[in-house]
């Protein structure tokens, strides 16, 4: 049994009294104080680990001003702060042991548009890829690229002076900023834009804070301006940190303060509005991914590429590329960079050119094309082909694989990740080449694996080293390789933080300045915030303090997972290998990727939330000397405890008694079990597998609700009850029932049984029953006429019109059908945590399957997560002793055996809303029912949503009602509304049923729609 972990890091006793006394005033915002709260914060992409002592979410500017005000009281006057955005830094920039504000919750609403005048205004929680979703239909765009662009805020951008992509043309964020709106740390109400002359003057001579900070910023550019000019690199990436070079314009004597801000990390004020320059989207885009024999000839070749007036240049190895395709985003690109007969692609750029003229653009890519074709015929610069692509669809693809693969690195196979802390060094390009043979000297000499990809036309490259961190020695190797790289590009005039901010190398930043100018950056620092109470330690402390900054050598993350054994790590590394890196804060409802973190706003109800909760419940069992592989086997004998000990331990738990146990619980319980994780992950952390090994040594110690047993056991009773389903359908349609139902089992909206039966409608229609000696007997050419279905209890026993019109459709096909006898598949106790009965469910109905593999004849599931299931879960349950039946779904089926002549096109359209589940494990599924439908002339269009909010029976709980009918809103309900329902098909049942439930209506499946066309 697993003890009570009682160990949560308390809050220190100034902190709480703070958080108290701020719940007393007008702040309307969340406070969080629990151990995992805490923890869903403590990490970022980053290498780094910082627990913050509580974590507020404002609603507004005027929450801030809240918390800074009660922050100047004497007693308070140790509280400090820092602010987060998305959470994606690689540096920690955000990480903190103090109070973090995190204004991505709440403060992410676009405020105003002025399209006459290109400028939007918005708050710093916006998401940048949700602001530009905004502004396409206005035909505009906020420029500034970056790969995590999908999560990134308009905060984070700011306070990290972000770039990427295009930025030669586009610049960064910094270039596109016209005003900010600042809380600083008094709680003063700062809003900064280019200011001069009378107001300037007006300004610098206030008696507060404000006039404070103007008078150090017109003193320190005006005494300081060869020396800031010295010092500041000649690069597209000039600097994150204080920006002297362009906060004044000596000649015009105007003073820009978001300058100051831009790039600053958060370490100045909380930035909570932007104003922000916006430009119109180009109207001609072609790209070009030019192959390459080797990466070094990729970037020598770069700056001819980019001397071809192309908007940019990104670089990609082969070690990156191999990763990728090892991945579900491949499929959408595979196509587009195909292999080169005979070749090794061991580069790739990828070079894009934009125009408004369409003439001008087909002169470039004409140009470019025809200098290319001259390399290859005479096989110079290692240039070995190259593809174009127009279509916008295709060009996003091939962008969404490049930023994919940001995380993929982080895929590696074995205990040494490549991990950021060298990523972004920047150098001219003219040095690019001659600098990245030296930097991979210095990795090749500590027999280092990495990665490398990144924007060579800006001289930035980003190279992330294979360190194991859970290896103290390697940990020390980190540092000894960040002293290095500081003094190579040093040697090659770049910078070591050309895009992703400084956070923990902010020791640097004296060497870099020098003495003379560093003093300045703190003088600033000391008149915006004089006790170093915001983001301390990060870029600078004021003048006079005695604090260190943050260092490389700051706690880490691996500090806490080397205590879990390797053998741990090593089992539960869906957890363990958690990088950060964030894609599951995809804010687009259209996406599949958790559906939790959606409509909670809940960074714990995301799998990088969950993943780290787990890291830490097993950290914290192996300090209790608990060996929890140990204690799964236990489980798998039948050695549970007792009941009695379960009731008490639960009763503890019901009158208030702490156990860390219950907080993982918590976040494990709001998870759909979709598993859209496992594949949209780059890192392929896959929460359900872990979750159900949580439950299933949870539930040993506390005693399980009655709806667990309710959903386990679904494939027992649903059998029992399907043999009468008028009978049991009287009661279940009575009020009485469902309000009992729902109060004593905690279960909402139970469906009917269906009626009639499934055995009756196959006898009514002619379909040969199932045998098994007969089959035996037939030869291989008799047998490839038949099809057998695999029954599930949700279709056959809640929805046997579906499975009764697959059967038909077989049939139609010219194909004999034949339904096998129903075997339970496991896949509701798994959802559970019963994994002791699922192993035994699984290793029964995997027997049976392989025993009807051996027939040779095809095998067809209806419902996807079902179908799924025999390849994943049961993967992991029964490993080797799973066999190699293979069960498919009636797409995979049948695409295959489709012939060659198409039916001529009817005006029949459909359109498809896949399940969750399907399209992201089988990402080829959408468009193998297109290809089906428009084979026998029919139109069908794949609807892109996310998860519809039932997820099997987690629809069903009724402590999830609210959010499941909450996440169905966020892209279901509107997709839906669109269309003519009886045009609408989905393949999921838990889809259909939650269709029915709040629309009123059932959709059809396909293979229904299919039937009716043939």
């Not at 790969?147 to 990134?152: E, L, Q």
């Not at 008028?726 to 139902?741: G, H």
């Not at 489709?898 to 599924?925: I, K």
Request: net charge neutral; aromatic share 10%; hydrophobic share 40%.
């Amino acid at each position: 049994m697993i003890p009570k972990l009682t160990h949560q890091e308390n809050i220190k006793k100034d902190y709480f009294a703070f958080l108290e006394a701020l719940s007393r005033t007008d702040y309307s915002g969340d406070i969080e104080k629990s151990y995992a709260s805490r923890l869903a914060v403590a990490t970022d992409n980053s290498v780094y680990q910082c627990l913050p002592q509580g974590v507020l979410f404002p609603k507004s500017t005027q929450d801030i001003v809240e918390i800074c005000q009660l922050a100047q009281q004497d007693e308070f006057a140790d509280i400090r702060f820092s602010p987060r955005g998305g959470g994606t830094g690689t540096n920690g920039q955000s990480l903190s042991n103090d109070l973090v504000l995190d204004l991505s919750r709440y403060m992410n609403n676009i405020l105003e548009l002025n399209e006459k005048e290109g400028w939007v205004r918005v708050q710093t929680g916006v998401v940048k890829d949700q602001l530009n979703a905004y502004l396409r239909p206005y035909g505009l765009f906020f420029s500034p690229e970056l790969s995590t662009s999908n999560r990134a805020t308009i905060g984070g951008m700011v306070s990290c002076d972000a770039s990427g992509q295009g930025s030669l043309v586009y610049g960064k964020t910094s270039d596109h900023v016209l005003a900010l709106q600042s809380v600083l740390v008094d709680g003063a109400l700062l809003n900064s834009a280019p200011i001069k002359g009378a107001e300037l003057v007006e300004l610098r001579g206030r008696d507060d804070s404000i006039g404070k900070i103007y008078r150090q910023i017109l003193e320190t550019c005006a005494t300081k301006q060869q020396k800031i000019s010295d010092a500041f690199p000649k690069l597209n990436r000039f600097l994150t940190g204080y920006d002297l070079k362009h906060v004044y314009d000596a000649e015009t004597g105007t003073v820009d303060l978001t300058r100051i801000l831009c790039g600053a990390e958060g370490s100045l004020a909380f930035i909570t509005e932007a104003k922000l320059h916006i430009q119109k989207i180009p109207t001609y885009r072609t790209l070009f991914n030019v192959k390459y024999d080797s990466f070094q000839s990729a970037l020598q070749h770069a700056p001819f590429l980019v001397n071809a007036n192309a908007l940019s240049v990104e670089t990609i190895d082969s070690k990156v590329m191999n990763l990728a395709k090892l991945d579900i985003v491949w499929h959408s690109v595979s196509e587009l960079i195909a292999d080169v007969p005979g070749k090794c692609v061991d580069g790739l750029n990828i070079v894009e050119f934009v125009e408004e003229d369409a003439q001008i653009q087909a002169q470039k890519v004409a140009a470019l094309a025809a200098k290319l074709d001259a390399l290859i015929a005479n096989q110079e610069d290692g240039v070995i082909g190259y593809q174009i692509c127009d279509d916008l669809a295709d060009i996003n693809r091939i962008y969404g694989m490049r930023k994919k693969a940001v995380g993929l690195l982080g895929n590696t196979a074995g205990s040494a990740k490549p991990i950021a802390f060298v990523e972004d060094t920047c150098v001219p390009p003219e040095n690019l080449a001659a600098y990245i043979i030296e930097f991979r000297q210095l990795l090749d000499e500590h027999n280092l694996h990495y990665g490398m990809f990144g924007h060579v036309d800006a001289g930035v490259l980003h190279v992330r080293p294979a360190l194991d961190m859970c290896d103290p020695e390697q940990e020390k190797m980190m540092r000894n390789i960040s002293d290095k790289v500081v003094a190579l590009t040093a040697k090659y005039k770049g910078l070591m933080w050309g895009e992703h901010g400084k956070g923990f190398r902010s020791e640097y930043g004296p060497e870099f300045f020098g003495e003379e100018l560093f003093t300045e950056l703190r003088k600033i620092k000391a008149a915006f915030d004089p006790n170093n109470r915001v983001n301390p330690g990060k870029i600078c402390t004021p003048l006079n303090s005695m604090e260190s900054l943050v260092s490389v050598d700051a706690l880490k993350r691996g500090t806490f997972d080397r205590q879990i054994p390797i053998k741990v790590r090593e089992s539960f590394k869906e957890s363990i290998d958690c990088n950060g890196n964030g894609l599951c804060f995809n804010y687009d409802t259209s996406s599949p990727m958790c559906p939790s973190v959606k409509v909670t706003k809940d960074r714990r109800h995301s799998p990088k939330g969950r993943a780290g909760l787990m890291r830490e419940w097993l950290r914290q069992l192996a300090n209790n000397d608990i060996d929890v592989l140990q204690l799964e086997s236990n489980l798998y004998a039948g050695k549970n405890a007792t009941v009695f000990k379960k009731f008490f331990n639960t009763v503890a738990k019901r009158k208030g008694e702490y156990d860390f146990s219950h907080e993982v619980m918590e976040a494990m319980q709001g998870c759909l079990a979709c598993k859209a994780c496992t594949s949209q992950c780059p890192i392929q952390v896959d929460v359900p597998t872990f979750r159900a090994r949580f439950m299933h040594l949870y539930h040993n110690r506390y005693l399980r609700p009655l709806k667990d047993y309710f959903v386990a056991y679904v494939e027992t009773y649903a059998p029992l009850m399907g043999k009468m389903p008028n009978f049991f359908n009287f009661f279940m349609k009575m009020k009485l029932t469902a309000t009992l139902t729902e109060k004593f089992v905690g279960m909402v909206d139970i469906p009917l049984l269906s009626s009639p039966t499934l055995k009756s409608s196959v006898k009514q229609h002619d379909i040969s029953e199932f045998d098994l000696q007969k089959l035996q007997v037939l030869s291989d050419a008799e047998r490839e006429s038949y099809v057998l279905v695999v029954q599930d209890p949700f279709t056959t026993y809640y929805d046997a019109d579906v499975v009764r019109d697959l059967l038909l459709t077989i049939k139609k096909l010219g194909y004999k059908p034949l339904l096998l006898p129903f075997k339970p598949n496991g896949k509701p106790q798994h959802i559970k945590g019963f994994l002791s009965q699922f192993a035994k469910t699984a290793e029964d109905s995997a027997a049976f399957l392989n025993q009807m593999a051996q027939l040779n004849i095809p095998m067809l599931g209806t419902d996807p997560a079902m179908v799924l299931c025999y390849r994943d879960e049961y993967k992991h349950a029964l490993g080797d002793k799973r066999g190699d039946f293979n069960v498919h779904l009636f797409q995979e089926w049948l695409l295959p055996r489709l012939g060659e002549a198409e039916r001529p096109q009817s005006n029949e359209q459909f359109f498809l809303f896949g399940h969750c589940t399907e399209v992201t494990a089988e990402p080829t599924s959408s468009s193998d029912w297109a290809k089906i439908f428009k084979h026998y002339g029919a139109t069908l269009t794949n609807v892109p949503v996310g998860c519809c909010g039932m997820a099997g029976t987690y629809g069903h709980d009724a402590g999830h009602l609210s959010d499941s009918k909450a996440i169905y809103s966020l892209s279901w309900e509107r997709e839906i509304a669109k269309r003519d329902r009886s045009r609408c098909l989905a393949t999921g049942y838990s889809c259909r049923s939650q269709v029915k439930r709040i629309e009123g209506q059932t959709l059809k499946h396909p293979v229904q729609a299919l039937l009716s066309i043939l």
